[in-house]
């Protein structure tokens, strides 16, 4: 059993063999999703970024490998594992699918002792090495400064958005912090189809950790990308409410002096820095020009963004 609830994406053609893979999943603690074809895998994967693809080879229209390449082309899943699905026992169609970005491949008819052990390895190692937020599978801090750092070293238009979530701490207070993962994966979620439907290609979504994420884009895009986070989530969020909370639009908790408090529902805060009046020099530089701004949007009632105007 995971200690996470993973999602995997199960990419095949046969409608014997989803059912037989997922319902190995499930019975093993995992959520799953299934696509009957290389297009539906590619759209359901990049709505609902998977922890893992199991991904049939051959498939009519676009085969494993073509999805494969695509889906290491997407910034939503470049670090996803994919565990590529054949019936080929050949050396050249398993090398070639390796080339195209597979992590591993199992041969059909397969063991689903098997199976679920390469799976638990691949989402483990994928936490280990690749440095990414084990609940979101964003990249993390590490990867963050080197994407920062090479994007300011080449004096690029820059924009860097920090999102935050307001009234979280309550929100966890009353639910719990399982329900509380939940919301941090939603607004990773809206993040990435933010980014999908008004960003661009070299954009950088980042998970520096709790509720607090980063995108890297560039000044012309970066309103449009603030709106669109905002109102996606704002859409999304009352369904992570009880029924009640939902109809008075707050939740009763006690503050830290053990008053009662009605903390409203949780909101984006979003802080935008760009070079496009002054010179940013470093990562550290811009993450305390965020801060101080994202400090003042905070305190605003509601989903918001603000630019930081400062020419110095």
């Not at 082309?73 to 054949?86: D, E, G, H, K, W």
């Not at 996606?232 to 029924?243: K, T």
Request: aromatic letters at 6%.
């Amino acid at each position: 059993m995971t200690d996470l609830k993973r999602t995997i994406l199960v990419v095949d053609d046969d409608p014997l063999v989803r059912r037989i893979i997922t319902k190995s999943l499930i019975a093993e603690g995992y959520e799953a999703m299934a696509a009957s074809s290389g297009a539906e895998g590619l759209e359901l994967a990049r709505a609902h970024p998977p922890d893992l693809i199991l991904l049939d080879l051959m498939m009519p229209g676009l085969d494993g490998y073509a999805v494969c390449d695509q889906l290491r082309q997407s910034y939503q899943t470049a670090n996803v594992p994919v565990i590529m699905l054949t019936a080929l026992d050949q050396t050249e169609a398993k090398v070639r699918g390796l080339k195209t970005g597979a992590d591993d491949y199992i041969t059909k008819p397969f063991d689903l002792e098997e199976l679920q052990t390469r799976i638990g390895a691949h989402l483990r190692r994928s936490e280990r090495d690749l440095g990414v937020n084990p609940l979101t599978l964003l990249p993390g801090n590490t990867q963050i400064e080197q994407h920062l750092q090479k994007r300011l070293d080449n004096k690029e238009p820059l924009a860097v958005l920090y999102i935050d979530l307001t009234n979280f701490k309550s929100y966890n207070d009353e639910y719990g912090w399982l329900k509380g993962d939940g919301v941090i994966k939603l607004l990773a979620q809206q993040i990435a189809t933010a980014v999908h439907l008004a960003g661009g290609h070299d954009d950088f979504i980042g998970h520096v950790g709790g509720d607090d994420f980063i995108v890297i884009s560039t000044p012309n895009k970066a309103e449009l990308l603030a709106q669109q986070v905002i109102t996606g989530f704002d859409a999304a969020i009352p369904q992570y409410y009880a029924e009640d909370a939902r109809a008075r639009g707050y939740i009763q908790v006690l503050d830290r002096r053990d008053k009662p408090f009605r903390a409203p529902l949780v909101c984006v805060a979003i802080a935008i820095v760009t070079n496009e009046q002054t010179q940013l020099e470093h990562s550290g530089q811009i993450a305390a020009r965020a801060a101080e701004l994202k400090q003042y949007v905070k305190s605003l009632a509601g989903s918001h963004y603000a630019f930081d105007r400062r020419r110095k």
